[in-house]
């Protein structure tokens, strides 16, 4: 009974195994076209070198040297045709969702960040050939440029993101997308509001919070995103905005405390310290006079 | 200690007689040279191994990532441990008005001079970057237990000095005119150390009060040493460490192996240097009855540091105990109790095991217990961190010392052993003028040999 049981788990991982091997990877369709909106500049393959450096290497070795760290199914090394095979949208896809041991680095890294390490990746196809999305176009227009500026009114009680399309010397306000507000704290962005759509004018309203700290001037830093990362790329704005409660809190490293700097040593160490060092010192060099004084007498 | 001198012992025929008992063995001979020469040999195959360790950096010994502290931070709590015996003898018996202490002070003392010199040297060949030592000093803190340590073993060692020379003053000065046989070089050293010193009774009255201040403040000095060096393993929350006893656990260990060293050198200077007179089978039986003590308390304290937490076993403590009493260290675990506790405590229960021969193995095996018991407080911890041992290679999740690592701590025990010798050979290992002065006092009472 028992030997069968552990016979079936054997069986079972040696399936597992095989069957994680051989499983294609299931790509949606119209993730799979995609591309990107911008041809891959050196800048791009740039950056791209070292995110991957940062994040990919460890597991995928050094592109074309077939290093790669020891998993089931392993990843490929990404020369390899199995990776360049890949259309780009299906490398986007796979990066951003992972599969097994391969991570998902939808949370990591943007998506302007995953076009940079393909452009990087496909540095080692010499038949690759970049294809270009279609130029996104809106209410009719294809825009070279597209902005979103940050502004507060007087009463510090709405915070407006306007949304401008630029196109030679036409400047026009997009309507109907949706921008995404955050407040920068410690330890990641605080979205403001909820995400709010753009008027007929191009802006998005979105109420001020009453009660958010600000540093001793009441500013705080935001971050304003366009959702639709897919239209234009990555379009967002940081501004400091005097809109919060002035909030005068002393740092975190500014009392005297145990594990602080020396210059903050608690009080009371400072002065044990000192004072011990001073007394049992103090009295070694009397002692050490005491020597002098008894050579002294003798002569 | 008594506070004044009666200096007619220096009249006294028997001043002789003691002086040149004393002064016999002292002086540069074959077998010093041979011995000497030996240990500089040893000392240099050991400087290469540092020298490996200064080029290749502390990849060369076993420590890693989780084991940072290993064989030289044990050997380090060690040599502090082993220093504290100059305070216990010299000061706390002493002061006392214990007398039969007055031979073996200096023995006593001796050994906090070498042990408390090299354990700072110990300290730097844990440092990858050994040239950063300054920066203990530019940018340490004062809240940092790791400078505290730095204060308190630089003035222990300071102290110590100053009381093994203050104490020998006396002696330089009656040993003037009586080591013809030495070299000249050593007869200077005397008349430099004898700070023209001419028995004049002011000049002991203030020479008593010198002493008497070092001898007060090396207690002080002496309790912090190793209190802070407990701290620096249990101001962290770690198993194993994080105990409030550590300071009164880690002085008593230290008094165990601090009188098993004064023991061994006890019966070396007896039977090497002939001096059965002044150093008697009545002090071995004492220094037995006084490592019985400390060895008592100590057995009470690791009753209470392993049978405390033993009793509720919380998760991390747990794995720990488990580790030292059936795992991986248990065969070393329980012979350093048994051997290094347990069983000397029950044999010196015997008047015949307080013989000198016999003693002088005991010693021998406690000594070396408490170096590996350092070694269980220091290693097992490290190897069990609270977050799960991962990513790394297979070899660094055990502790496993080199032969560099070795070699470099075996060099540091040689430093010390070589300083002793010195120490012993070249200068009077019994103060004179007390055994003088005593004996003037009481001539009645005849030593047991």
Not at chain 1, 27 to 36: E, G, W
């Amino acid at each position: 009974m028992i030997l069968k049981s552990i016979f079936f788990v054997l069986l079972n991982f040696i399936v597992a195994g095989l069957f994680a091997q051989t499983t294609p990877w299931d790509v949606p369709a119209d993730r799979s076209a995609k591309l990107s909106t911008t041809a891959f500049t050196d800048q791009n393959r740039n950056t791209g070198r070292n995110l991957y450096q940062a994040n990919c290497k460890s597991c995928h070795g050094d592109p074309g040297k077939n290093n790669v760290i020891k998993l089931v199914p392993p990843p490929p090394d990404p020369a390899a045709t199995q990776l360049q095979q890949n259309t780009d949208g299906s490398l986007h896809f796979k990066i951003s969702e992972g599969r097994g041991a391969m991570p998902s680095f939808k949370n990591i890294l943007n998506s302007a960040e995953i076009w940079n390490i393909i452009a990087f990746l496909r540095t080692f196809n010499k038949d690759y050939q970049q294809q270009l999305a279609v130029k996104p176009t809106f209410g009719g227009e294809v825009f070279d440029k597209v902005e979103l500026k940050l502004t507060a009114d007087q009463t510090h009680t709405t915070i407006v993101a306007q949304l401008t399309g630029f196109k030679g010397s036409l400047v026009k306000p997009i309507a109907g997308l949706e921008v995404k507000l955050f407040a920068v704290r410690y330890f990641g962005n605080l979205m403001v509001d909820k995400p709010m759509d753009t008027n007929a004018e191009g802006k998005a309203l979105f109420s001020c919070p009453k009660n958010l700290p600000g540093d001793a001037s009441g500013n705080v830093s935001l971050v304003a995103q366009l959702s639709n990362e897919e239209l234009f790329g990555l379009v967002k704005t940081e501004s400091t905005l005097a809109i919060g409660l002035p909030t005068d809190r002393p740092p975190l490293n500014e009392p005297r405390a145990l594990w602080n700097v020396v210059q903050k040593t608690p009080v009371w160490l400072l002065i044990s310290y000192l004072a011990s060092v001073l007394v049992v010192w103090g009295f070694i060099v009397v002692v050490l006079l005491k020597l002098r004084t008894i050579s002294k007498l003798g002569e | 200690m008594a506070s004044e001198v009666n200096t007619k012992f220096l009249q006294d025929k028997r001043l002789d007689r003691i002086a040149s008992d004393i002064l016999r063995p002292v002086g540069v001979d074959r077998s010093f040279l041979i011995w000497m020469s030996s240990l500089t040999m040893l000392l240099f195959v050991c400087l290469y191994a540092y020298y490996i360790q200064l080029d290749k950096g502390l990849i060369v010994t076993g420590l890693r990532d989780y084991v940072s502290w290993g064989m030289y931070i044990s050997n380090f709590v060690f040599f502090v441990a082993t220093s504290l015996v100059g305070m216990l003898i010299s000061s706390v018996l002493g002061m006392m008005g214990y007398k039969w202490v007055k031979p073996i002070g200096r023995i006593a003392e001796i050994i906090a001079v070498a042990f408390s010199a090299v354990a700072g040297i110990v300290i730097v060949s844990d440092m990858g970057r050994p040239e950063r030592l300054p920066f203990v000093f530019m940018f340490g803190r004062i809240q940092s237990p790791i400078l505290w340590d730095v204060t308190v073993v630089t003035t222990y060692m300071t102290l110590s000095i100053l009381l093994y020379v203050f104490t020998m003053i006396p002696d330089m000065a009656i040993s003037r005119g009586r080591i013809g046989h030495t070299p000249p070089w050593l007869q200077k050293t005397y008349e430099l150390l004898s700070f023209n010193f001419q028995h004049k009774p002011e000049q002991y009255k203030i020479l008593l009060k010198a002493v008497r201040i070092l001898l007060i403040l090396i207690v002080p000095t002496a309790f912090a040493i190793h209190t802070v060096t407990s701290w620096l393993f249990a101001v962290t929350t770690r198993p194993g460490w994080d105990s409030t006893i550590f300071g009164p656990y880690f002085l008593t260990g230290a008094f165990v192996a601090g009188s098993s060293a004064v023991i061994i050198l006890m019966f070396i200077v007896r039977n090497n240097y002939k001096l059965s007179r002044y150093i008697t089978v009545e002090h071995f039986d004492k220094m037995g009855k006084l490592l019985f003590l400390v060895s008592i308390v100590y057995f009470y304290f690791n009753l209470n540091e392993y049978l405390v937490p033993a009793y509720k076993m919380k998760t991390f403590e747990a794995r720990h105990l488990i580790e030292l009493f059936t795992g991986e260290f248990a065969f070393m675990f329980w012979s350093v109790q048994l051997l290094g506790l347990i069983i000397p405590m029950i044999l010196l229960l015997f008047k015949s095991m307080r013989k000198p021969a016999p003693m002088f193995i005991i010693a021998i095996v406690v000594l070396i217990a408490s170096w590996f018991k350092r070694l269980l407080i220091v290693v097992p911890t490290m190897e069990a961190p609270f977050l799960p041992k991962q990513n790394v290679p297979d070899a660094w999740m055990v502790y496993h010392p080199t032969i560099v690592e070795s070699a470099i701590t075996v060099g540091t025990i040689t430093l010390a052993v070589m300083i002793i010798s010195v120490l012993m050979k070249l200068f009077p290992v019994i103060p004179i003028w007390e055994i003088a002065e005593e004996e003037s006092a009481h001539p009645d009472q005849q030593p047991v040999e």
